[in-house]
């Protein structure tokens, strides 16, 4: 079956504009999690969603961040009044966790381009 | 800060030379995941290793941990140039949602 897509691949922004990154995770995977790569900072933790539970945003990084997943199965990642510090590759991934599976399955990614 | 530590940072060897990567944690995990980069896009899984478990082995990968020393290993065999990438762990940690806290990652050069 299809795995983890992501939308777009590139996106190119002015600093002070919002985005919207879109994460379509792998068919009847209950969890779903977002990352985020960047230089300074490798690959680090930015929310994640299970199930029907309140999602766990303990890793955004400020207020301008949010994320939402509807329908238990597409997410999306928006960022407002995007700063420079905001460009990295944002990744999404899911899993079944609690269903047998631990393995997260990651999609190609977002790289972001604040100018 | 929970992140693990990988080492070494960077990693050149030649072509059917073998390469061994090492990533510590802090507390005890349920799982630690191994996972490949190409080219800075997406995350390619390799092993997943329990708590529970000392070694595990797919193709030419072989993964150990050590829960005393809260630590793994990567080992790959017979390398090729096509090994060429970097190279993350990952841990998560009993209840948090499996969320995954990576190391810094081993770029791992393989010369033909």
């Known amino acids: 079956g299809a795995g983890v897509s992501q939308s777009p691949s590139n996106k190119v922004t002015e600093k002070g504009k919002d985005v919207e990154l879109r994460c379509d995770p792998i068919?009847?995977?209950?969890?779903l999690y977002w990352y985020r790569q960047s230089l300074g900072q490798g690959l680090e933790f930015l929310i994640y969603?299970?199930?029907?539970?309140?999602p766990d945003k303990s890793g955004l990084p400020s207020d301008r961040f949010s994320a939402e997943r509807t329908g238990g199965s597409v997410s999306t990642l928006t960022i407002q009044r995007t700063q420079q510090e905001d460009s990295a590759v944002y990744l999404c991934?899911?899993?079944?966790w609690g269903g047998g599976e631990e393995t997260q399955y990651f999609g190609p990614g977002t790289r972001l381009l604040v100018l | 800060s929970q992140q693990g530590e990988e080492d070494p940072q960077a990693l050149s060897i030649q072509e059917g030379e073998n390469a061994t990567m090492n990533c510590s944690y802090k507390?005890?995990?349920?799982?630690l995941q191994w996972y490949r980069q190409n080219s800075g896009r997406g995350l390619v899984h390799l092993i997943l290793?329990?708590?529970?478990?000392r070694e595990k082995h797919s193709g030419r990968l072989r993964v150990t941990l050590d829960t005393s020393k809260k630590s793994s290993s990567l080992l790959i065999t017979a390398s090729r140039a096509a090994d060429t990438a970097s190279y993350f762990c990952?841990?998560?940690?009993?209840?948090?949602?499996?969320?995954?806290?990576f190391g810094q990652g081993t770029e791992l050069s393989v010369k033909p």
């Open positions: 507390t005890s995990i349920n799982n």
């Open positions: 290793i329990r708590s529970n478990e």
């Open positions: 990952a841990v998560a940690y009993y209840n948090q949602g499996g969320k995954l806290i």
């Open positions: 991934a899911s899993t079944n």
């Open positions: 969603f299970q199930g029907n539970s309140a």
């Open positions: 068919s009847g995977h209950t969890a």
